[in-house]
């Protein structure tokens, strides 16, 4: 099976989908304790810890609507194409910018990073 394309990857918030989206990312972390011991025979052991996934969703902001805010809570879900890969669960926006560029008249743009507020699960095909 080849690789699948995000040309049909969205981006859907509680109050419904994003329009105009041209990308999201999402980064699947959380703490990791690393450690040496007496039996680790000279080599690092790691405890997986708590998860976290965070990520950025970058748009074009729609006539007449404002973007997410610093603080907002919304569920998500990502789809990253037809057939590929989607992520879901709650998050809270940490830090969202807008880009207006009088010279060249290109559409106002949007980028709002965010946190898992909660459970993510991801499902695919």
Do not use: H
Request: charged share 20%.
């Amino acid at each position: 099976m080849g690789a699948y394309s995000g040309k049909t990857g969205s981006a859907t918030l509680t109050s419904g989908a994003v329009a105009d989206v041209t990308k999201w990312d999402a980064e699947d972390g959380g703490d990791i304790t690393v450690f040496g011991s007496s039996d680790s025979d000279g080599w690092k052991k790691r405890v997986s810890g708590t998860d976290d996934l965070t990520g950025t969703i970058e748009a074009m902001l729609q006539a007449g609507s404002a973007p997410p805010r610093k603080g907002d809570t919304s569920d998500v879900t990502l789809v990253s194409g037809t057939g590929g890969l989607t992520i879901s669960g709650p998050i809270m926006f940490e830090k969202v910018s807008v880009e207006c560029d009088i010279n060249t008249g290109a559409a106002v743009g949007f980028k709002a990073s965010f946190g898992a507020n909660g459970q993510i699960s991801f499902a695919g095909s």
